[in-house]
C-alpha cells in the first residue's frame, strides 16, 4: 500500500484555495496546500498561462480569477469543467460526517 497518495493533484488544491480566497498570498497558498512557496508560484503560473487563472496586480497585493468554464485536461474528464471541481470543495460544510473523517456539503432546508 502507497501512503500519502491523494485523489487531487497540487494543480488542484491551488486552484480550489483561490478560488475559496482570491486575494490569498503564496506564502498562504504554499502552507494550504502543503508545497513550497516557489511551487506554489510555478503552479499559479501553470494555471494562468493554461487560462484558467486570471491575475490581477492590485497595488502591491495580487488578485486571482479563476475561470471556472474551463475543461478539465485529460481526455477522460475534458467534458466537465472546473467548475464543478470547484463546487464540490467550495460548498458550505455542515459538521462532521458520521465517521468523523471530516465534513459533508450541507443539505438543502426541508420545505
Known amino acids: 500500500m502507497h501512503d500519502g497518495w491523494t485523489f487531487l493533484t497540487s494543480h488542484a488544491h491551488v ?18 496546500v502543503g508545497v513550497t512557496p516557489r511551487a506554489a508560484l510555478t503552479i499559479l503560473q501553470d494555471l494562468e498561462d493554461a487560462g484558467y487563472v486570471r491575475r490581477t496586480r492590485v497595488g ?4 486571482y ?9 485529460h481526455p477522460e474528464t475534458a467534458a466537465h469543467d472546473v467548475g464543478e471541481l470547484i463546487a464540490i470543495f467550495t460548498s458550505p460544510v ?18
Do not use: K, M, Y
Open 60 to 63: 502591491r497585493r495580487n488578485h
Open 65 to 73: 480569477t479563476v475561470e471556472p468554464s474551463r475543461p478539465f485536461r
Open 15 to 32: 486552484l480550489l484555495a483561490v478560488a475559496r480566497d482570491p486575494d490569498i498570498r503564496i506564502q498562504d497558498i504554499a502552507t494550504t
Open 94 to 111: 455542515a459538521g462532521p460526517r458520521e465517521d468523523g473523517q471530516g465534513g459533508e456539503a450541507a443539505r438543502p432546508e426541508d420545505p
